[in-house]
């Protein structure tokens, strides 16, 4: 699959992902997703994750699903590991230093439902700074991109 954010010009990013049979989905972003989207990437290509965002929109899924009523209750368990993943990398990056390994995943832990902190495995330190590496790249790639271009990146990102 195909994710393509487009920098909007007057008007908010945008994001289209094209399934590998050509159907696509896509929705204008907040100031704040173009990263949280990249972030997203990155964790669900280094941890392999195909049950979660970009991997359920691969499947068929539409951007808009996610935001529907209940849509929480309807993913997988992949789906909210690796949101609550993602959201701890989002809000790391407002630290002044990045997490150790433990830290990091006592983040996630504590953020993660009951019924999911049971079965949580924890990311191990090679998982986290390939997470770090990868989203950085693509972030620097979405900050280098000039107003009106659009960043392609095939998922899995590698």
């Known amino acids: 699959m195909l994710i393509q954010l487009k920098k909007g010009r007057d008007a908010p990013a945008t994001l289209a992902c094209v399934r590998a049979d050509g159907t696509r ?38 951007i808009d699903d996610f935001a529907k009523p209940r849509a929480s209750r309807t993913m997988p368990p992949q789906a909210i590991l690796a949101e609550h993943v993602v959201g701890v990398f989002d809000r790391e990056r407002a630290l002044p230093a990045p997490m150790t390994t433990p830290e990091f995943n006592e983040m996630v832990s504590a953020s993660l439902p009951p019924v999911h902190r049971e079965t949580f ?13 990868l989203r950085g790249t693509l972030e620097a790639r979405w900050h280098a991109l000039p107003v009106g271009a659009t960043l392609v990146v095939e998922f899995p990102a590698v």
């Open 25 to 62: 989905t896509w929705g204008k972003e907040h100031p704040f997703f173009p990263v949280h989207d990249l972030t997203h990437c990155a964790v669900e290509s280094v941890l392999g994750f195909d049950q979660a965002f970009f991997g359920l929109i691969a499947q068929g899924w539409d």
């Open 121 to 133: 495995e924890p990311l191990t330190d090679a998982q986290v700074s390939g997470v770090r590496a």
